[in-house]
């Protein structure tokens, strides 16, 4: 039994197969990479992962728990956070209120105390914030803390989802493409914070990138689909000089 | 300018970030304790509506400013308020029980209503809430046992412990505290993590349910609170009014409440204060003025909504963040002077999908 695993799935628009029979399994403290050209079905199977699409055919199983039924609420509790490729904070909130709402699944404490806030309640708010004030430690988000997402730039909002994600605590993070948008500085970081994450705080990544350097860089194990279909699996390198990956990127005979 | 030093997690948790805080809403509070002392019975009315306005509207705000659900149809469930009060206060419940249960009531209401609703998004729900403030206006005209259906109700002054309150000023001083009592509950609301997923479920749902909030839960939680808050104000203007009647409490009520949150500042608790400060007061001037213009502009029917419709339009153009965001620009402006810069507030569009602020 694999930690994360994907067996058969499928899902299909209309008459589009978006995703055709795919499977895949990582181990824990992995980094997994999904590679493949644009419309290839990477995000659909993250959208599926976190059942905002229910797929037609197949199973998603984490730590040997069939998921692919679960609500897309309860993906975060089970154990799994996820980024988003076009940046999903809340724009009109602070950093600092971005990062605690990544801490709803560790609250228990009751509606109506909240509404009187007694001691309890501001305890248990305390305790959010040091785990917020740790994350924000390690991605180096002093400096905005105080700041409305909307008056940040976009380099920053990137650094800040990944923050976000962090606060749920998983054990599997999901990361869509994690450095478009953002310069070969940028990415470098991106970088060192992907094998801190592994590393550190244990966490096992699934990323959608299609930045090489970064894949290469950081990868475990890398998967090329195209047209929602796996072409290849194995290290960086052989996975980018197999013949069917080279020919889904770059046309060809073969 | 003021450069805040923060030691303390607890600092951003306190109602009061600083000094400034106590200092201006102390003064705050002085005043308003003190007006009934040196004003006369028209304007002590005058305020009182201003206060019952702020508390439905602060129960609007809930809903609309933060969870970001516009609703159409809170009169409705001020009307809810008022009915059920009035209705207990004739079988001799007493004034300080009968309140609550009338809050509760419309808050009930209201989490039933939100139940089917908060499946719906955008147009739909605003659509669904505002055939929802029909059917209750139909429910009161035809439910006549309880509610005097269009011949209307008299409801008679608050008695507290044996004592009736017949004073304006009296009654003024009931409703100031628990307005108060309320905004204290809505602060606390917006500092836990209640209100963090409201607004998360306004600015992106499906980034907040990938975080594990419950969006249909905290929409209907939403929905509850507000309903309370909107409901306990129609307990409170039965005894403003003194007489009930169905028209009281139409789609002009729900459309006014609507307005002075947007024109307060939407997703602001100034707002909706700032809101009601100013349409509550615009009624006054309006009809203040009337006695000055030429008959033929002052008798214009119409002339109220016509002018409320005309500031809603112009609040929308040019400021969307209504009166307090533009008191906060103002603000940033005296405390940076001369260094303000024009594009401080501008923002960087090209990353927003839309303006997500509903």
């Known amino acids: ?254 | 300018m003021r450069v805040l030093f923060k030691t303390d997690y607890n600092q951003d948790i306190k109602f009061a970030k600083h000094s400034g805080y106590v200092f201006w809403y102390g003064l705050l509070l002085a005043g308003v304790f003190l007006a009934p002392m040196a004003l006369d019975t028209y304007w002590i009315n005058e305020l009182t509506r201003v206060l019952i306005y702020a508390l439905a509207g602060l129960g609007l705000m809930v809903v609309t400013g933060f969870t970001g659900q516009v609703s159409l149809g809170h009169a409705a469930f001020m009307a809810i308020g008022a009915y059920t009060h009035a209705f207990l206060l004739t079988q001799g419940v007493p004034f300080f029980v009968s309140l609550p249960i009338a809050a509760l009531t419309s808050g009930v209401v209201g989490l039933l209503i939100a139940i089917p609703a908060s499946r719906m998004t955008g147009l739909y729900l605003t659509i669904a809430s505002l055939a929802f403030a029909i059917v209750v206006e139909d429910v009161v005209i035809h439910w006549e046992g309880v509610t005097g259906g269009n011949r209307g109700m008299a409801v008679d002054p608050p008695m507290l412990f044996g004592y009736e309150i017949f004073e304006a000023w009296e009654y003024y001083y009931i409703v100031l505290v628990l307005l108060i009592m309320s905004i204290i509950l809505v602060l606390n609301v917006l500092r836990s993590p209640l209100g963090r997923s409201m607004l998360a479920v306004r600015d992106s749902e499906i980034s907040a349910e990938s975080l594990g909030i419950r969006v249909a839960h905290t929409k209907v939680l939403a929905f509850l609170i507000s309903a309370a808050l909107t409901g306990l104000a129609g307990g409170l203007f039965a005894h403003f009014i003194q007489f009930l009647s169905p028209e009281t409490f139409g789609i002009l009520l729900s459309i006014q409440l609507l307005l002075m949150i947007v024109v307060g500042g939407l997703g602001t608790v100034h707002g909706a204060i700032y809101g009601a400060v100013l349409i509550g007061f615009l009624e006054a001037t309006i009809s203040i003025m009337k006695d000055w213009l030429p008959p033929a502009i002052g008798n214009q029917p119409g002339l109220e909504p016509g002018l409320f419709g005309v500031i809603l339009v112009l609040f929308i153009i040019f400021e969307p963040e209504g009166v307090y965001g533009r008191w906060l620009k103002f603000r940033t402006f005296l405390e940076n002077f001369p260094f303000y810069r024009r594009n401080t507030f501008k923002r960087q569009r090209s990353y927003l999908k839309t303006e997500r602020m509903r």
């Not at chain 1, 994450?197 to 689909?225: W, Y």
């Open chain 1, 1 to 254: 039994m694999s930690f994360f695993e994907i067996e058969n799935l499928s899902l299909s628009f209309g008459g589009v197969k978006a995703v055709d029979g795919v499977n895949f399994a990582m181990e824990k403290g992995e980094v997994f990479t999904i590679v493949g050209p644009n419309g290839a079905g990477k995000s659909t199977i993250f959208n599926m992962i976190s059942s905002f699409y229910a797929p037609d055919e197949g199973h998603i199983r984490f730590k040997g728990e069939d998921i692919t039924e679960a609500r897309a609420d309860a993906i975060a509790r089970i154990g799994i956070a996820r980024t988003f490729q076009n940046i999903e904070l809340f724009e009109h909130s602070t950093l600092l209120q971005n990062l605690l709402i990544g801490r709803e699944i560790h609250n228990r404490v009751p509606v109506l105390r909240q509404l009187i806030f007694d001691p309890g309640v501001r305890r248990a708010e305390l305790e959010h914030r040091r785990k917020v004030e740790d994350v924000i430690d390690f991605l180096e988000l002093a400096h905005y803390r105080d700041e409305r997402i909307a008056n940040l730039p976009y380099g920053v909002r990137k650094k800040i989802e990944l923050g976000r994600a962090l606060c749920v605590e998983p054990e599997l993070l999901l990361l869509d493409e994690p450095a478009s948008g953002l310069n070969p500085e940028e990415t470098e970081d991106m970088g060192f914070w992907i094998d801190d994450i592994k590393n550190d705080l244990g966490i096992s990544v699934l990323m959608i990138e299609h930045d090489m350097s970064l894949v290469n860089e950081v990868s475990d194990r890398v998967l090329a689909l195209n047209n929602g279909c796996v072409i290849a699996e194995g290290s960086a390198q052989e996975v980018q000089n197999h013949p069917d990956v080279v020919a889904a990127y770059l046309g060809g005979a073969a």
